[in-house]
T-cell receptor, first 115, second 112 residues
Framework: DARVTQTPRHKVTEMGQEVTMRCQPI?????VFWYRQTMMQGLELLAY????????DSGMPKDRFSAEMPDATLATLKIQPSEPRDSAVYFC?????????????FGPGTRLTVL | GDSVTQMEGPVTLSEEAFLTINCTYT??????LFWYVQYPGEGLQLLLK?????DKGSNKGFEATYRKETTSFHLEKGSVQVSDSAVYFC???????????FGTGTSLTVIP
């Protein structure tokens, strides 16, 4: 049963520290999404990749967040420096790129707490 | 811009009750519509989807019909179970394929 994996599952860090979250999309999927979920804002799309190229990262604070896909099996989301308001659950999802009908398969999330 | 609005929760139902969670959307063109479910401590999972007007998505006893005339995609289930307790998200994918919008989620608790 193919799944999206994310590491770490939980991260507690102090304000100002760098945080890197990793995602392994389902093998063969060519679209990758990063979302942030908070009680106040709900689910927000941060970035969207197709064939490893960023198509939309307008939802991501550019000054501190960066998202990359070094290869087809790894997507990373980095926050530097982290702030308490970044505390949230970060989800990665992948899709097979079937256009409008494309289903997103979500990973279990990384729960980030910035003190 | 495109958006999705779903009914606020939380919703509490007794087992075997009928469930409706309302979802309406605003979009240019013909979006695809989805319902996702999130169980505690897990990521979202696709529950059902519909890609054109009058399509009905169904899965695990849940149904939703894509109604373009009322711009709605309401989720229904005839008889809920305790195991259906979760948060349900309505979602829209814009006609270009590059825009994604999720509703705020509706928490459902089913009591025995």
């Amino acid at each position: 049963d193919a799944r999206v994996t994310q590491t770490p599952r939980h991260k507690v860090t102090e304000m100002g520290q760098e945080v890197t979250m990793r995602c392994q999309p389902i093998l063969g999927h060519n679209t990758v999404f990063w979302y942030r979920q908070t009680m106040m804002q709900g689910l927000e799309l941060l970035a969207y990749f197709r064939n490893r190229a960023p198509l939309d990262d307008s939802g991501m604070p550019k000054d501190r967040f960066s998202a990359e896909m070094p290869d087809a099996t790894l997507a990373t989301l980095k926050i530097q420096p982290s702030e308490p308001r970044d505390s949230a659950v970060y989800f990665c999802a992948s899709g097979s790129g079937q256009g409008m009908a494309d289903t997103q398969y979500f990973g279990p999330g990384t729960r980030l707490t910035v003190l | 811009g495109d958006s999705v609005t779903q009914m606020e929760g939380p919703v509490t139902l007794s087992e075997e009750a009928f469930l409706t969670i309302n979802c309406t959307y605003t979009a240019t063109g013909y979006p695809s519509l989805f319902w996702y479910v999130q169980y505690p401590g897990e990521g979202l999972q696709l529950l059902l989807k519909a890609t054109k007007a009058d399509d009905k998505g169904s899965n695990k006893g849940f149904e939703a019909t894509y109604r373009k005339e009322t711009t709605s995609f309401h989720l229904e289930k005839g008889s809920v179970q305790v195991s259906d307790s979760a948060v349900y998200f309505c979602a829209l994918r814009g006609y270009t394929g590059n825009q994604f919008y999720f509703g705020t989620g509706t928490s459902l608790t089913v009591i025995p």
